[in-house]
């Protein structure tokens, strides 16, 4: 996983370490109000808008790396 | 990592994922800062918690958090037993969503907001009866959209109305509520960009009123504002004067010279700092000058710039010289009796910061902007002037110092004033009137405006007139260290039955304030007393201009007889003394030889 994602996620859901296995089932912090936070954070950081739809879809590391990768082939 | 560190870094991009960052890096260091406990509260939802526990480490704050549930605003507030009870908060952080309270503008309809300022007035009391925590209300952003369309072009009420009418209602309520304080959010969210603000995925997925990448910004306002109520505010600013108060540099400048004042840059930047240096005279911070300068030549640069809006009685204390800044601030600190950590100290030198910072840590000294054109944003962006209310004794402080300084100038000056005089070491010359000083007496009677008793015209037939008839006409010349002063008073004495009347005093402008009348009337007493008189009187015609003589009779014995502009002395009875400081040349015998 890039570093500079997997720090967003370090920071945002308060924990020590992260896999790309992971997801909102395996991250206890992972609730709907983080989940939120998350998002926001990450379209900050990375410079993408996401559609309301996709969002609660995203609840897991693998969903953001293809969204993200998705987002840098459009750009 | 120290928390300036933290938050350099942070400030880099402060982005959301930074402050959850920097959130983590801080809560280490909690015990370095103020711990205090902060409810939110919120109609919608409102997940600001980490970013404001951020922007208040910021200033020295470290919060614990209790997050309501949504929309509960209500019942925690009257509800004895709430969780907010429990959670026994310092300050109560409130936001709320105009969209959330009124649901019914999404169908076009806009209620009053009256109804909604009274319950929510009731919720305020209801919670002053059981804490005196105080309320910090973010007030209404305007609605995302206006289903009334353009009908409040033809007058009808509009969601933004509403909103307005809303915040004006909060702030008045704040006028008059103990501990209630508005977060102005509608005049930031304004200010930046309301669009931004607004955010309708948040919104329809989570209720969020506000979108989170605002809270930054309202964070930062919020956490100034519950800052402001628990941190005193400074007290005094303290300035340098060159390319600080004014562009340029006065030694080098002249008093024209320097930038202060006009229309034109970057005069006017200088101008506009000034004022706002002077709102916060208004706010009741005292103002100090600490400069590397010649002390005579700053004063003389207030003196001779009027059309800059500083004064120099705008300031409080005064320390203009050559000596070390943490000196003079020290000074200043201990003058008027506040404490060096209540004190603001701005300086275009780095180096001058570095030292007061060094020697003087409590001090909050700031290097000020590069640019003038910046100084003023920068003075209103110091959050250590930050006052929530004020009193009538703030607003009336700096007019209090102003007038305590005066009288502190005014003993000062009298006890001076004595070794002043005798530095001069004034000798007055008395001569009678002859062909070689008529010109210059005739010429003062006519000319002399002010130091001048009865202004009476007499011309150069009159008085040799007068002297035939066996009247004393005296010309009165004086002398100092610094040269001779020529003539510069006149006396005209009728004599007749054991009286000697004063017909005309008069003294040049030029000489008064240097007691020199005093002499005069103690030579014109012995002068009286030698041809024979019992008594000496005199008078006082009013003019426009003869004020500053008004007193010279009730001041040296005279009595005031019945018709009220005559007086009246006995001759040689506790007689006038000459002062100490003038010597009279001639010998004094009139009050000897009775």
């Given at each position: 996983m890039r570093d500079d994602l997997k720090q967003v996620l370090l920071d945002v859901?308060?924990?020590?370490?992260?896999?790309?296995?992971?997801?909102?089932?395996?991250?206890?912090?992972?609730?709907?109000?983080?989940?939120?936070?998350?998002?926001?954070?990450?379209?900050?950081?990375?410079?993408?808008?996401l559609d309301a739809d996709e969002i609660p879809s995203l609840n897991s590391v693998r969903a953001i790396l293809a969204v993200l990768r998705r987002g840098a082939a459009a750009a | 990592m120290t928390r300036a560190d933290i938050f350099a870094e942070l400030d880099r991009s402060g982005t959301l994922a930074a402050y959850a960052a920097a959130a983590r890096k801080l809560a280490p260091l909690a015990q370095e800062m103020m711990p205090l406990r902060v409810a939110i509260l919120a109609n919608h939802t409102f997940d600001i918690e980490t970013v404001l526990g951020v922007e208040l480490a910021r200033r020295g704050i470290a919060a614990v958090f209790h997050?309501?549930?949504?929309?509960?605003?209500?019942?925690?507030?009257?509800?004895?037993?709430?969780?907010?009870?429990?959670?026994?908060?310092?300050?109560?952080?409130?936001?709320?969503?105009?969209e959330?309270?009124?649901?019914?503008?999404?169908?076009?309809r806009v209620p009053e907001a009256a109804e909604w300022l009274?319950?929510?007035?009731?919720?305020?009391?209801?919670?002053?009866?059981?804490?005196?925590?105080?309320?910090?209300?973010?007030d209404f952003l305007p609605s995302a959209f206006d289903m009334q369309g353009l009908l409040a072009a033809g007058g009808e009420p509009?969601?933004?109305?509403?909103?307005?009418e809303l915040n004006r209602g909060l702030r008045r309520a704040a006028g008059f509520t103990p501990n209630l304080f508005i977060v102005g959010a509608a005049a930031l969210a304004c200010a930046t960009g309301l669009e931004g603000w607004r955010d309708r995925r948040m919104w329809y997925l989570a209720r969020a009123g506000i979108s989170p990448k605002k809270f930054p910004a309202l964070a930062r306002l919020a956490a100034r504002t519950i800052a402001a109520f628990f941190r005193p505010a400074a007290k005094c600013l303290v300035l340098d004067l060159d390319d600080t108060l004014w562009g340029g540099i006065l030694g080098d400048a002249g008093p024209n010279g320097i930038l202060c004042a006009g229309s034109?840059?970057?005069?006017?930047?200088?101008?506009?700092?000034?004022?706002?240096?002077?709102?916060?005279?208004?706010?009741?911070?005292?103002?100090?000058?600490?400069?590397?300068?010649?002390?005579?030549?700053?004063?003389?640069?207030?003196?001779?710039?009027?059309?800059?809006?500083?004064?120099?009685?705008?300031?409080?204390?005064?320390?203009?010289?050559?000596?070390?800044?943490p000196e003079s601030i020290q000074r200043i600190a201990s003058r008027l009796n506040i404490g060096l950590d209540s004190i603001v100290f701005l300086d275009n030198n780095p180096d001058e910061i570095a030292l007061v910072s060094m020697a003087l840590p409590q001090v909050r000294a700031y290097r000020m902007p590069e640019r003038p054109e910046q100084f003023a944003t920068f003075l209103a962006s110091l959050e250590d002037f930050d006052q929530l209310r004020l009193s009538d004794e703030d607003r009336r402080r700096?007019?209090?110092?102003?007038?305590?300084?005066?009288?502190?100038?005014?003993?000062?000056?009298?006890?001076?004033?004595?070794?002043?005089?005798?530095?001069?070491?004034?000798?007055?010359?008395?001569?009678?009137?002859?062909?070689?000083?008529?010109?210059?007496?005739?010429?003062?009677?006519?000319?002399?405006?002010?130091?001048?008793?009865?202004?009476?015209?007499?011309?150069?037939?009159?008085?040799?007139?007068?002297?035939?008839?066996?009247?004393e006409l005296w010309a009165f010349r004086a002398r100092d260290v610094h040269g001779d002063h020529g003539i510069i008073a006149v006396a005209l004495l009728d004599f007749a039955a054991g009286s000697c009347a004063i017909d005309t005093l008069l003294m040049s402008c030029r000489v008064m304030g240097r007691t020199l009348e005093t002499a005069i009337l103690c030579f014109l007493e012995h002068r009286a007393a030698a041809r024979g008189a019992r008594e000496l009187t005199g008078e006082y015609l009013p003019t426009p201009k003869n004020g500053p003589c008004r007193d010279l009779y009730p001041q040296h014995g005279f009595r005031r007889s019945d018709d009220g502009n005559r007086w009246t002395k006995d001759i040689c009875h506790s007689p006038i003394l000459c002062p100490e400081w003038i010597s009279i040349e001639g010998e004094l015998t009139g009050c000897a030889t009775i």
């Amino acid at each position: 996983m890039r570093d500079d994602l997997k720090q967003v996620l370090l920071d945002v859901l308060e924990v020590n370490s992260i896999t790309e296995n992971d997801s909102s089932r395996t991250i206890p912090t992972w609730d709907s109000v983080r989940h939120l936070r998350l998002i926001l954070a990450l379209e900050e950081r990375f410079g993408v808008t996401l559609d309301a739809d996709e969002i609660p879809s995203l609840n897991s590391v693998r969903a953001i790396l293809a969204v993200l990768r998705r987002g840098a082939a459009a750009a | 990592m120290t928390r300036a560190d933290i938050f350099a870094e942070l400030d880099r991009s402060g982005t959301l994922a930074a402050y959850a960052a920097a959130a983590r890096k801080l809560a280490p260091l909690a015990q370095e800062m103020m711990p205090l406990r902060v409810a939110i509260l919120a109609n919608h939802t409102f997940d600001i918690e980490t970013v404001l526990g951020v922007e208040l480490a910021r200033r020295g704050i470290a919060a614990v958090f209790h997050q309501a549930g949504y929309d509960q605003y209500r019942q925690e507030l009257l509800n004895p037993e709430s969780e907010l009870d429990r959670f026994r908060p310092d300050a109560v952080l409130i936001s709320l969503d105009i969209e959330s309270a009124f649901p019914e503008l999404a169908a076009g309809r806009v209620p009053e907001a009256a109804e909604w300022l009274e319950s929510f007035d009731a919720l305020v009391a209801a919670w002053r009866s059981r804490s005196r925590a105080p309320l910090f209300v973010c007030d209404f952003l305007p609605s995302a959209f206006d289903m009334q369309g353009l009908l409040a072009a033809g007058g009808e009420p509009s969601a933004f109305d509403l909103t307005m009418e809303l915040n004006r209602g909060l702030r008045r309520a704040a006028g008059f509520t103990p501990n209630l304080f508005i977060v102005g959010a509608a005049a930031l969210a304004c200010a930046t960009g309301l669009e931004g603000w607004r955010d309708r995925r948040m919104w329809y997925l989570a209720r969020a009123g506000i979108s989170p990448k605002k809270f930054p910004a309202l964070a930062r306002l919020a956490a100034r504002t519950i800052a402001a109520f628990f941190r005193p505010a400074a007290k005094c600013l303290v300035l340098d004067l060159d390319d600080t108060l004014w562009g340029g540099i006065l030694g080098d400048a002249g008093p024209n010279g320097i930038l202060c004042a006009g229309s034109d840059y970057p005069a006017n930047a200088y101008a506009d700092f000034q004022r706002a240096v002077l709102a916060l005279r208004s706010r009741g911070i005292l103002l100090a000058v600490a400069s590397k300068n010649d002390s005579a030549l700053a004063e003389e640069a207030f003196e001779q710039r009027r059309d800059m809006p500083l004064r120099r009685r705008h300031f409080a204390d005064w320390e203009v010289h050559w000596g070390p800044k943490p000196e003079s601030i020290q000074r200043i600190a201990s003058r008027l009796n506040i404490g060096l950590d209540s004190i603001v100290f701005l300086d275009n030198n780095p180096d001058e910061i570095a030292l007061v910072s060094m020697a003087l840590p409590q001090v909050r000294a700031y290097r000020m902007p590069e640019r003038p054109e910046q100084f003023a944003t920068f003075l209103a962006s110091l959050e250590d002037f930050d006052q929530l209310r004020l009193s009538d004794e703030d607003r009336r402080r700096p007019e209090l110092y102003e007038l305590r300084n005066q009288q502190v100038a005014m003993a000062a000056a009298a006890t001076d004033l004595e070794s002043f005089y005798r530095s001069l070491g004034t000798v007055l010359i008395p001569e009678p009137a002859s062909e070689a000083n008529m010109d210059r007496i005739a010429q003062l009677i006519q000319k002399t405006n002010q130091f001048n008793l009865t202004t009476r015209r007499h011309d150069k037939a009159a008085l040799a007139a007068r002297m035939a008839a066996g009247s004393e006409l005296w010309a009165f010349r004086a002398r100092d260290v610094h040269g001779d002063h020529g003539i510069i008073a006149v006396a005209l004495l009728d004599f007749a039955a054991g009286s000697c009347a004063i017909d005309t005093l008069l003294m040049s402008c030029r000489v008064m304030g240097r007691t020199l009348e005093t002499a005069i009337l103690c030579f014109l007493e012995h002068r009286a007393a030698a041809r024979g008189a019992r008594e000496l009187t005199g008078e006082y015609l009013p003019t426009p201009k003869n004020g500053p003589c008004r007193d010279l009779y009730p001041q040296h014995g005279f009595r005031r007889s019945d018709d009220g502009n005559r007086w009246t002395k006995d001759i040689c009875h506790s007689p006038i003394l000459c002062p100490e400081w003038i010597s009279i040349e001639g010998e004094l015998t009139g009050c000897a030889t009775i």
